[in-house]
C-alpha cells in the first residue's frame, strides 16, 4: 500500500488524484496539506506543511509555484519522496529542485500525461529530419482561462525536447508583436491562448515550402495528469535520491 500526502489538496487536481486514489486499492492518501480547508476529505488536512506529522511514502504536489519552496523545504525535512507537478517555477526554484534532489529523490516533470511525454520524444525526432531541412518549428498551446502561467510548463517542455535534439540551435520567441522583423529560422514560436475550460492542447508545427506537419495532443480530462502523478509517485517509492522525469517512468 502506498501511502501519499497530497500537497494542493483541495485545488482541481488535488480532487482528481483524491478521487482516483479512492478507486485504488493499492493507494492512500494519508493526509493532505493546502492553505484553503475548504473541502470535506477523508483524511485529514493541514493548512501549513510544518503542522503536518502524518507518515507516508510519497509526498505528491500539484499547488501553485509560490508554495513549492514550503513543501520542498518539507520533503528535504522529512525525507520524502517528491513528485513535483507543479509548472512556471522560477529559475531560483529549479536550482533548489536540483539541490534536494541530492538528498531525496524527486520527479518533476512539466507534464505528467503519458501521451504529452511520447509528445516530447516524437517532437524531438521529427525536428532532426525537418529541421536539419529548414522547417520553421513553432508551437501553440491552449489552456482554461484560469491558468496563470503562459506560455505552459509542457509547451516550454516541447521546445526545451526539440532544442536539445538540436545542439541547443534555438532561441524561444515568445511575442512577435514587441518588434518589426522577418522570422528568424533559429526561433522556435511559442503562442499560448487562453480561454473558457480548456483542459490543455499543444501543437507543434513543422512549417516547410508547400506542407505543413503537425503533432498535435488535446487533453479531454484533468485524470490523465493524475494518473500520472499516481504512476509516478508508484516509482519514486524507494529510490535513490537524485532527479527523475516521467520518461524513466515510462521507460
Aim: a negative charge.
Amino acid at each position: 500500500m502506498l501511502k501519499i500526502i497530497m500537497h494542493g489538496c483541495n485545488g482541481a487536481m488535488g480532487q482528481v488524484i483524491t478521487n482516483l486514489a479512492a478507486e485504488d486499492d493499492d493507494l492512500e492518501i494519508v493526509a493532505g496539506i493546502d492553505r484553503n480547508d475548504n473541502r470535506e476529505n477523508t483524511y485529514p488536512v493541514f493548512t501549513a506543511c510544518e503542522a503536518c506529522d502524518v507518515d507516508a511514502d510519497v509526498i505528491v504536489d500539484f499547488s501553485v509555484a509560490q508554495a513549492v519552496d514550503g513543501v520542498l523545504a518539507y520533503a528535504v525535512k522529512r525525507k520524502l519522496p517528491l513528485v513535483l507537478c507543479t509548472t512556471g517555477m522560477s529559475e531560483q526554484q529549479l536550482a533548489d529542485v536540483q539541490e534536494a534532489s541530492k538528498t531525496i529523490p524527486v520527479l518533476r516533470s512539466a507534464n505528467m500525461s503519458l501521451g504529452v511525454n511520447t509528445v516530447f520524444k516524437l517532437a524531438a525526432i521529427a525536428a532532426k529530419i525537418l529541421g536539419e531541412s529548414g522547417y520553421d518549428i513553432e508551437i501553440v498551446e491552449k489552456h482554461h482561462h484560469r491558468k496563470m502561467d503562459a506560455p505552459s510548463g509542457t509547451a516550454l517542455a516541447i521546445a526545451d525536447a526539440i532544442n536539445q535534439a538540436m545542439d541547443g540551435r534555438y532561441s524561444y520567441k515568445l511575442d512577435r508583436s514587441a518588434e518589426r522583423a522577418r522570422r528568424s529560422p533559429d526561433e522556435i514560436g511559442i503562442q499560448a491562448v487562453r480561454g473558457g475550460t480548456i483542459v490543455g492542447e499543444h501543437e507543434v508545427l513543422y512549417c516547410g515550402p508547400d506542407e505543413v506537419i503537425e503533432i498535435k495532443h488535446t487533453a479531454y480530462s484533468r485524470a490523465i495528469f493524475g494518473k500520472g502523478a499516481i504512476q509516478a509517485a508508484h516509482f519514486l517509492k524507494g529510490k535513490e535520491p537524485g532527479l527523475y522525469q516521467m520518461s524513466d517512468v515510462i521507460g
